[in-house]
């Protein structure tokens, strides 16, 4: 069964960093592009950052130079390092796949993956 789990998530104050887990089983995460997502409530997905399997690396204008993508082939897991954390990163947190469909609609289009996690829940205040 392929599937992935995210991880990492919580109550944290502005300002503070949260390192999010994306790990995936069934199958190797190295080999095929990893999304990070984010919905806030009443708000549409955004797509915050993608990994290649040639380890390509690409963020959303809205969150160069505070979030960092990574991964450890070891552990088969995809990380989201969010630094400089404020109340509007406030969401649920997804990490996605695309294993077995071949339409591609760009890294931060969520119909270019066809598997996701279930999300981690991040929320900012103090």
């Known amino acids: 069964q392929l599937q992935l789990v995210e991880s990492g998530g919580g109550l944290v104050q502005p300002g503070g960093s949260l390192r999010l887990s994306c790990t995936a089983s069934g199958f190797t995460l190295d080999y095929y592009p990893i999304g990070w997502f984010r919905q806030a409530p009443g708000k549409e997905r955004e797509g915050l950052s993608c990994?290649?399997?040639?380890?390509?690396?690409i963020y959303a204008d809205s969150v160069k130079g505070r979030f960092t993508i990574s991964r450890d082939s070891a552990k088969n897991t995809v990380y989201l390092q969010i630094s400089h954390l404020q109340p509007e990163d406030t969401a649920a947190y997804y990490c996605?796949?695309?294993?077995?469909?071949?339409?591609?609609?760009?890294?931060?289009?969520?119909?270019?993956?066809?598997?996701w996690g279930q999300g981690t829940q991040v929320t900012v205040s103090s």
């Open positions: 996605a796949a695309l294993i077995v469909g071949r339409s591609w609609y760009g890294p931060f289009d969520e119909k270019s993956y066809d598997y």
């Open positions: 990994i290649s399997s040639s380890d390509d690396i």
